[in-house]
């Protein structure tokens, strides 16, 4: 057991977790948080471009994110009391819906990768008096350092990558993403488009990247100073 813990493949498998923890988290957190709405519908003056009132487009931001990341599992925004959205729209969200709830799936079992593998290499049978237990929290809290930069370089470079090819890079994502076309909207006519021009995902993806860095750089930081108390406390008082 032992040596499958300690393998090379494994560990390459915790690091790859922990960047799909940071990033399903972060994109999860991005879809439903409403200033990232409200910023891109006043930076790019969608009121203006669509005649829709602001009091109505912030009531659809919040149809959209109850629908994708809430409860809801009807997306019928009425304004003037008409629909919205067609009906090639709404299929296309509920595909959205679904790739969220496979984004949320893959957080879940990424996040139960590096739970189970710290407690393998913790052995929860041990306890703080034993030497060996404060060694393999170090050995754990090392790794997790070392993982975490890894993770930072890595989105530095997806970043850096989707930023200077967003377009092309967009069209893949969307193509291996949804097995049919109904993402082909027309700007001149379908309001998701146009509640949401393409430079409102590139600030998206712009911000869910520095989030990613922060998340990255915040365990950096954390497991650092948890080294510094754990060598300082735990193991020094075996010296003693």
């Known amino acids: 057991m032992t040596k499958i813990i300690n393998s090379l493949i494994v560990k390459i498998l915790f690091i790859f ?105 913790l052995n929860p049978v041990s306890s703080l008096k034993d030497k060996s237990f404060v060694i393999n929290l170090l050995s754990i809290v090392d790794f997790f350092r070392f993982s975490s930069v890894i993770a930072l370089l890595v989105i530095l470079v997806l970043g850096v990558a989707l930023l200077a090819a967003f377009r092309p890079l967009f069209y893949l994502f969307h193509n291996i993403s949804f097995r049919n076309d109904y993402w082909q909207l027309d700007p001149s006519s379908d309001y998701l488009i146009r509640l949401f021009p393409e430079g409102f995902w590139i600030d998206a993806t712009l911000i869910l990247t520095l989030v990613v860095l922060l998340l990255t750089t915040g365990t950096f930081i954390f497991f650092s100073i948890l080294k510094r108390f754990v060598a300082r406390k735990l193991l020094s008082s075996f010296d003693n």
């Not at 799909?20 to 519908?41: M, Q």
């Not at 959209?64 to 709404?90: A, H, P, R, T, W």
């Open 17 to 121: 977790c922990l960047i799909v923890f940071f990033v399903s988290t972060s994109a999860l957190f991005a879809f439903g948080e409403i200033r990232l709405y409200d910023y891109g519908f006043t930076k790019y003056h969608i009121s203006e471009e669509t005649g829709i009132s602001e009091d109505n487009l912030q009531f659809t931001a919040l149809e959209i994110i109850d629908y994708l990341v809430g409860d809801s599992n009807i997306l019928d925004v009425q304004i003037d009391e008409q629909s919205l959205f067609n009906k090639k729209e709404i299929f296309h969200m509920t595909d959205v819906k679904a790739l969220l709830e496979s984004v949320n799936v893959a957080k879940l079992i990424s996040f139960s990768f590096l739970l189970l593998y710290s407690g393998l290499i």
